[in-house]
């Protein structure tokens, strides 16, 4: 059972930055591609980004595309997203998952949630 914690939500001004960050206390998170989703009040939760368990492959949802940036570490056990240009319509909780699959994005294992919010 993997276990996955997110942190580095908060409070940011329209056009700023946060990077957030998901630990994983599972050893086998290495084998497995992670990713990131997002819920917005009053809407379905909605893939972000995904990234292969080697690290080399990528894909980002059109919204967040040329702002974010997924990556991992393996020997940490940690996934990251750095946010940039933030938006208002970014605001959401984030969800961190991990799985054995890349496409569909991997929803085996999820995170409890970090809260961003972008004021305008």
């Known amino acids: 059972q993997a276990q996955l914690v997110e942190s580095g939500g908060g409070l940011v001004a329209s056009g700023g930055s946060l990077r957030l960050s998901c630990a994983a206390s599972?050893?086998?998170?290495?084998?497995?591609?992670t990713a990131w989703f997002r819920q917005a009040p009053g809407t379905e939760r909605e893939f972000v980004a995904v990234?292969?368990?080697?690290?080399?492959?990528?894909y980002y949802a059109d919204s967040v595309k040329g702002r974010f940036t997924i990556s991992r570490d393996n020997a940490k056990n940690t996934v990251s997203l750095q946010m940039n240009s933030l938006k208002p319509e970014d605001t959401a909780v984030y969800y961190c998952?991990?799985?054995?699959?890349?496409?569909?994005?991997?929803?085996?294992?999820w995170g409890q949630g970090t809260q961003v919010t972008v004021s305008s």
């Open positions: 599972v050893g086998t998170f290495r084998n497995l591609h």
């Open positions: 998952t991990a799985g054995r699959s890349f496409t569909p994005p991997p929803a085996d294992y």
């Open positions: 990234v292969s368990v080697s690290g080399l492959h990528t």
